[in-house]
């Protein structure tokens, strides 16, 4: 099994920037594919952002490019989710999560998640 638990979510001005962290524990690997995912109230679930294991290679929704960017730890069992220029429609709880397989932009591709953090945009 593997836990995986973010923080970093908060409230913060249009314009402005958070970084989300994800720590994972357990039978964590290195090799494990990384994503950001966000749901915002009464919506479906949506990729934000997603980062392979061995490669590092990094994928981004046309939603977010160039405005966010992964990256990952594995040292420290971390991932990050860097937010630049936050606008009024990226409000939304932020989940990370884990697949021991490729890149995949399906939720329901993925095994382990986390719990959620909560990110408000005022304008």
């Known amino acids: 099994q593997v836990q995986l638990v973010e923080s970093g979510g908060g409230l913060v001005q249009a314009g402005g920037s958070l970084r989300l962290s994800c720590a994972a524990s357990?039978?964590?690997?290195?090799?494990?594919?990384m994503g950001w995912f966000r749901q915002p109230p009464g919506k479906e679930r949506e990729f934000v952002a997603g980062?392979?294991?061995?490669?590092?290679?990094?994928y981004y929704p046309n939603s977010v490019k160039g405005r966010f960017t992964i990256s990952r730890d594995n040292a420290k069992n971390t991932v990050y989710l860097q937010m630049n220029n936050l606008k009024p429609e990226d409000p939304a709880i932020y989940y990370c999560a884990a697949r021991s397989g490729g890149l995949v932009t399906g939720s329901i591709l993925y095994d382990y998640w986390g719990p959620g953090t909560q990110v408000t945009v005022s304008s």
């Open positions: 357990g039978r964590t690997s290195s090799s494990y594919a």
């Open positions: 980062i392979m294991g061995s490669s590092g290679t990094t």
